[in-house]
């Protein structure tokens, strides 16, 4: 069956693999729709690195289960629409025996440390799959990155009486940002693009700013009358917004940290120490993919705002052109596997 691969940086090729051998315990799927995520746009352009090449991508994946394993339970149906948690556990480490097995020492993801999901089937283990009947495939695939920053937004510990800096506006920070809505918190989302803070100030942040166009600092300052947030969740990966993180947090707040940075961050540890902050990293998601696709079926948001461009099967090469050359204004881009 054809899949596409990243052979090497800035080359995306169809290939040839076999057809999955399904398991016992394993359900095979369908795959209809592939988002590309900020890690695959970083493997295309040869700075993620946890990936060797060449490598299938795709871990953000909606599609219809077409089998099922003797030893999959009978809530999972074959036709039943499905997404997925991409990623593994070894179940021995520190983080798995802590019960935290989202952040797994071994973990391999989908599409990064292992190949994934842009080709015609797959197969997965039953324990990492999530049916709806209420949700489209469109929303189905767009899961998995919202449960991330739903995750981060836990790991913040985000109540209503919280002031949240939400730290770029893609869709993983968006995912913090719904989960801080859901949570009654106040939330400043900040950006470089206009298209994204409209659609963060859509979902129900409070106050929005251009950071290309506003002193971000300053603005918060005056927001929050001089005493920074409670709460700054960092999702751009950028250096520059991870000083601003810890720049506009109030002291005894949080920091939670998403975006990985191309580089090496140079952090102000006097002001860690003087705030007395609580920094925490956030890594992909824990027993959080139910309660995203609660939110989804009670259409509490225009989730399917997010997506920016769909890009049939065929045109896969053309789409990592087109995200890399346009990243400040892309949210999500998904490829159509199949109709």
């Known amino acids: 069956m054809k899949a596409f691969t990243i052979k090497e940086p800035g080359v995306v090729t169809p290939v040839e693999i076999d057809q999955?051998?399904?398991?016992?315990?394993?359900?095979?799927?369908?795959?209809?729709?592939?988002?590309?995520?900020?890690?695959?746009?970083?493997?295309?352009?040869?700075?993620?690195?946890?990936?060797?090449?060449?490598?299938?991508?795709?871990?953000?994946?909606?599609?219809?289960?077409?089998?099922?394993?003797?030893?999959?339970?009978?809530?999972?149906?074959?036709?039943?629409?499905?997404?997925?948690?991409?990623?593994?556990?070894?179940?021995?480490?520190?983080?798995?025996?802590?019960?935290?097995?989202?952040?797994?020492?071994?973990?391999?993801?989908?599409?990064?440390q292992r190949d994934g999901a842009l080709t015609s089937h797959i197969t997965v283990p039953f324990e990492k799959i999530f049916v709806s009947d209420k949700l489209t495939l469109h929303e189905l695939a767009l899961v998995e990155p919202l449960s991330v920053g739903y995750h981060a937004a836990n790991r913040g510990k985000i109540t209503e009486t919280d002031s949240v800096l939400i730290l770029g506006c893609g869709t993983?920070?968006?995912?913090?940002?719904?989960?801080?809505?859901?949570?009654?918190?106040?939330?400043?989302?900040?950006?470089?693009?206009d298209s994204k803070l409209l659609q963060a100030k859509k979902f129900g942040a409070t106050y929005i700013i251009n950071s290309l166009k506003e002193n971000a600092r300053e603005k918060i300052k005056q927001?929050?009358?001089?005493?920074?947030?409670?709460?700054?969740?960092?999702?751009?990966?950028?250096?520059?917004?991870y000083s601003l993180a810890i720049d506009a947090v109030a002291f005894a707040g949080r920091l939670v940290f998403i975006g990985y940075t191309k580089s090496e961050v140079m952090l102000d540890t006097r002001l860690i120490v003087r705030k007395e902050l609580d920094v925490m990293g956030s890594r992909n998601a824990l027993r959080v993919f139910p309660s995203v696709i609660t939110m989804f079926e009670r259409k509490e948001m225009p989730f399917t705002d997010m997506i920016t461009k769909v890009f049939p099967f065929e045109e896969t090469p053309e789409a990592f052109g087109y995200w890399k050359e346009n990243q400040g204004s892309v949210s999500k881009i998904l490829i159509e596997v199949k109709k």
Request: hydrophobic content about 40%.
């Open 20 to 112: 999955p051998v399904m398991g016992m315990n394993e359900v095979l799927l369908d795959v209809h729709y592939v988002g590309l995520c900020g890690s695959d746009l970083s493997s295309y352009m040869g700075k993620n690195p946890l990936l060797t090449y060449p490598r299938i991508p795709g871990h953000e994946i909606s599609g219809v289960i077409v089998d099922k394993g003797a030893d999959v339970p009978d809530s999972i149906k074959k036709g039943d629409r499905a997404t997925l948690s991409p990623y593994t556990n070894c179940g021995v480490c520190p983080a798995c025996r802590a019960g935290r097995i989202n952040t797994c020492e071994f973990n391999q993801t989908m599409g990064v």
């Open 223 to 241: 927001i929050t009358n001089n005493e920074g947030v409670s709460v700054a969740v960092e999702a751009a990966g950028n250096p520059v917004t």
């Open 172 to 193: 993983i920070g968006m995912g913090a940002l719904c989960a801080a809505v859901r949570k009654g918190a106040t939330i400043i989302a900040v950006d470089i693009d």
